[in-house]
């Protein structure tokens, strides 16, 4: 459906002579709102709700990758280097190996952190982390990074 919705936007936007990115992203958004205001149509509604907290997940995870990359930049620039690196075993909530793939590369994309294995039988996703004098807040990163994919991805399924 999003797909679709990419093909229609960027017919609309070449029709109207305006097939640039201003012009593109000014006909999603218009294709956006018909499809958020077609409340009687519920497959249109949940795709609305879906580009909705797909945007919402994109930006809150670049402001994630940020905030890593200040923090990672600070332990290299600091005079004393004082990281301890280690591995984190942390079981999902939803022990699927698609799941897991998608976690473990959003973290290896976050610097610092790097998915290493998976165990689908134990549902036991291994995480290094550059700076885990806290496991626990490395835990949180992955547990909020979880709920916030499974609840865009779960999305689908409600109106």
Do not use: K, N
Not at 60 to 67: A, C, N, Y
Not at 85 to 107: D, F, H, I, Y
């Amino acid at each position: 459906m999003f797909l679709g919705h990419l093909l229609l936007s960027g017919t609309l936007a070449a029709l109207f002579g305006a097939f640039h990115f201003h012009g593109l992203l000014a006909a999603f958004v218009l294709l956006y709102l018909l499809c958020r205001l077609a409340v009687s149509v519920q497959p249109l509604r949940r795709h609305a709700r879906r580009v909705e907290l797909g945007s919402a997940f994109i930006v809150w995870f670049i402001g994630q990758v940020l905030l890593a990359s200040l923090h990672v930049a600070s332990l290299v620039l600091a005079r004393q280097v004082r990281v301890e690196p280690a591995v984190v075993a942390v079981s999902l909530r939803r022990p699927e190996a698609r799941l897991a793939t998608l976690l473990g590369c959003l973290l290896s994309l976050t610097p610092g952190t790097m998915a290493l294995e998976y165990r689908e039988t134990e549902g036991i996703l291994f995480i290094h982390a550059l700076d885990a004098r806290s496991p626990a807040a490395v835990e949180h990163l992955l547990r909020e990074l979880e709920r916030r994919l499974l609840h865009w991805l779960d999305a689908g399924g409600s109106g």
